[in-house]
């Protein structure tokens, strides 16, 4: 079966950097669009960052662009998400999605529209 599993949470000061990592078995990794989405305390799930299948091009949301990178190795079946320069308001349950698509406009597709996620890795930006 499907399984999506993270890695690489943390606490990490502001200014500091992270690497999540997101473990895909039970498809074809190589042939479908991933994401990465984050939810605060107290807030709703935000999406935060997409690749496509191939890797050939990503997305951001504003409040990460510049300062996050996805990736992804699909010999390796992974999903990399290296967060530098973080600031407090990154604290999140970060999780990873695997879209119905090899790609797709990230920006407009809801995140209901993602058939399978992982449980979630915590990170927390504090001093």
């Known amino acids: 079966q499907v399984q999506l599993q993270e890695s690489g949470g943390g606490l990490a000061q502001p200014g500091g950097s992270l690497r999540l990592s997101c473990a895909a078995s039970?498809?074809?990794?190589?042939?479908?669009?991933m994401s990465w989405a984050r939810q605060a305390p107290g807030k709703g799930l935000e999406w935060v960052s997409g690749i496509y299948s191939d890797g050939s091009d990503t997305y951001y949301a504003d409040s990460v662009k510049g300062r996050f990178t996805i990736s992804r190795d699909n010999t390796k079946n992974t999903l990399y998400l290296q967060m530098n320069n973080l600031k407090p308001e990154d604290t999140a349950l970060y999780y990873c999605?695997?879209?119905?698509?090899?790609?797709?406009?990230?920006?407009?597709?809801?995140?209901?529209?993602?058939?399978?996620w992982g449980q979630g890795t915590q990170v927390t930006v504090s001093s």
């Open positions: 039970g498809f074809t990794f190589s042939s479908y669009a």
């Open positions: 999605a695997k879209a119905l698509r090899p790609i797709l406009v990230f920006t407009t597709t809801p995140l209901k529209e993602y058939d399978y």
